[in-house]
């Protein structure tokens, strides 16, 4: 039986990626959700969020231009103990096969990889 990293037994296949930044997270936040924030991550996102828990998490539909379907997306924004420091967590699930986690894997990345642009550090 081959090993299907990513595959659920009931949410389809998934992604998720975190990245700390050295960012206090009302800060990251009011950066990510800014128009120019929204305009660098929001493609595909469904902006009409079904749970938006400010400084905490949202939870809403992504689909990417080349997906027939949408996908679950959550990204939790997780402040350190001492708040100098924010992790950004991204998870999607629904996704429908291996090919699509790979395009998942391949969006997110990028945008995690460059939060620096976002935040300025």
């Known amino acids: 039986m081959a090993n299907n990293i ?3 037994k009931d949410a389809g296949w998934q992604f998720g990626i975190r990245k700390t930044v050295p960012t206090n ?12 924030g929204l ?11 079904s749970t938006f828990k400010e400084y ?4 809403t539909k992504w689909k990417h ?14 402040p350190s103990k001492n708040e100098d420091k924010t ?4 998870h999607i ?3 429908k096969n291996e090919s699509q ?18 935040t300025g550090v």
């Open 6 to 8: 990513g595959l659920t």
């Open 25 to 36: 997270v009302k800060t990251l936040w009011e950066v990510f959700f800014s128009d120019r």
């Open 39 to 49: 305009g660098t991550w929001a493609t595909g996102v469904d902006q009409n969020f």
């Open 56 to 59: 905490s998490h949202i939870r």
């Open 65 to 78: 231009k080349d997906f027939e379907e949408s996908a679950n997306l959550q990204i939790r924004f997780i």
């Open 87 to 90: 992790t950004i967590s991204v």
């Open 93 to 95: 699930d629904n996704l």
């Open 101 to 118: 986690r790979e395009v998942a894997k391949k969006y997110w990345s990028i945008v995690i990889k460059n939060l620096h642009v976002l």
